[in-house]
């Protein structure tokens, strides 16, 4: 669907999980001009989309400088009974998982003032979204 979709063009798969049937692709997005990442889960049923529909909806409405920005959230019937939730977030310029294999395969280490505010980021996201939990 996401290949063939004309919604999206240069689509490209950037990560797959065979087992949790979840696939992260890239793809230029025509209607916002940009560069966007679209996860794709397969599910057994249109109640198993729906639910990992709540994934989506409940980051579309998230700002923090250290969350992606959540653009689009729905579900699509796919091949074989099956069904898919696609949820369509911006494209950061830094690719953390790219860094991370490039540094694998040069077997480089990430300095450690780098680490720190890598760490000092994540966890200003969770506390935020552990607030968002704690308060509603």
């Known amino acids: 669907m996401l290949e063939e979709d004309s919604t999206y063009r ?3 798969l950037r990560y797959q999980n065979v087992e949790n049937r979840v696939e992260v692709f890239s793809a230029l997005d025509i209607a916002r001009e940009k560069e966007v990442i679209v996860k794709r889960i397969t599910c057994d049923s249109q109640e198993d989309a ?3 529909m709540l994934e989506g909806q409940n980051v579309i409405s998230e700002r ?3 969350i992606c920005e959540c653009y689009d959230v729905y579900t699509h019937q796919a091949p074989r009974n099956h069904w898919w939730t696609l949820i369509v977030t911006e494209k950061l310029d830094h690719d953390l998982f790219e860094e991370l294999e490039e540094r694998k395969e040069g077997l ?3 300095e450690e003032s780098r680490l720190r505010t890598m760490l000092k980021e994540l ?3 969770l506390a935020y979204l552990q607030r968002k939990v704690t308060s509603t």
């Open 10 to 12: 240069n689509v490209k």
């Open 50 to 52: 729906e639910f990992y």
């Open 64 to 66: 923090h400088p250290n």
């Open 108 to 110: 480089r280490y990430i």
């Open 123 to 125: 966890v200003s996201a």
